[in-house]
C-alpha cells in the first residue's frame, strides 16, 4: 500500500494549491509514492508561481540597474520558471491538456478533507 503524504505538508500550500492537489489526485486516481510526491511539487510550483506574479505586478516587470539600463525584473523570470515547472510537473503525470498554450483543467471548490 503506497503511504499518504502527511497532512502537514498539504496544510502548508495555499487554498488554490490544495484544490489542485485534491481535484487532480481524485481525477487520476493517484496513489503511488512517486505520483503523491510529484503532484505535491506541482503545487508548490503553483504557490511560488502565484507568489512571483504578485510581486511582479507589484514591482513592474523592469527596473534599472546602477548604470541606468532598463533590466527584465528577476521577478518575471520566475513567473517564466515556474509557470514553465508547473506544466512539466502536470504534463508528467499526465494531467496537462493544452489548447494555444493554456491549460484547460479547471480548479472546483471542494469540500473535502485533505487526505
Known sequence: MAKRLPVKELAELSAEAQQLYRHIRRELGLKGQAALSLLLSAAR???????????????GG?????FGQPKLSPNARLVAVESNTLQKHLRALNAYQSHNGFSSFSIKQEDEDLE
Not at 523592469?62 to 546602477?66: C, E, G, S
Request: glycine share 0%.
Open 45 to 59: 510550483s503553483l504557490d511560488r508561481l502565484r507568489e512571483a506574479e504578485t510581486a511582479l505586478a507589484r514591482d
Open 62 to 66: 523592469v527596473y534599472t540597474d546602477r
